[in-house]
């Protein structure tokens, strides 16, 4: 029966010093799940933020009518395949200053209508390359039009591509 007992009492101190040790690595895994999660929600934050204010300049620049200003946010899209979505527009070029006018009015012009806009959550796109996509809700009195501005990255600058 002593040895019974042994045994019993020996089998529950296992018991415990296996719930310690799952315990003990569960709370590591945790920690170290946690470590790593901060970095990528504070990388997905700032890719928010940084979003937002290239959105808010591109519509107080349009708003403004400051089109030669604007133009270094919006990617190039034109006949240059090799400028596609890889660069600005110069708005010293004609046909590029005219596209940036015809995006800026559209923008503006949203923007009379409305009483406010409102940004909402950056999404990450993948179409036929990365892109981020911000939608901004414009409000005039119990109306809202939600248009989605899509991004790309630029040189290290995220530029207006879409607006759908």
């Known amino acids: 029966m002593l ?8 089998s529950e101190i296992q018991m415990r ?14 920690i170290t799940f946690l470590l790593f999660s901060i970095p990528l929600f504070a990388a997905q934050n700032d890719l928010g933020k940084e979003i937002h204010n290239v959105t808010t300049k591109i519509l107080n620049l349009c708003k403004a009518n400051k089109f030669s200003e604007a133009a270094v946010y919006i990617s190039y899209h034109g006949i240059d395949k090799k400028r596609e979505r890889k660069d600005h527009y ?4 004609r046909s590029e200053k005219l596209k940036v006018k015809r ?13 406010s806009f409102k940004l909402g ?9 990365l892109s981020y996509s911000v939608n901004v809700e414009f409000k005039s009195s119990d109306q809202t039009i939600d248009i989605k501005f ?11 591509s879409d607006i759908d």
Do not use: E, M, P, W
């Open 3 to 10: 040895l019974l007992n042994n045994q019993v009492i020996s």
């Open 103 to 115: 995006i800026c009015r559209k923008i503006r012009s949203l923007q009379l209508l409305s009483d």
């Open 17 to 30: 010093k296996s719930n310690i040790l799952n315990s003990a690595i569960g709370k590591i895994i945790l």
């Open 150 to 160: 899509v991004y790309v990255k630029v040189k290290g600058h995220y530029l207006l």
């Open 90 to 93: 110069n708005f010293t070029v």
């Open 121 to 129: 959550n950056v999404k990450t796109v993948k179409k036929n390359s």
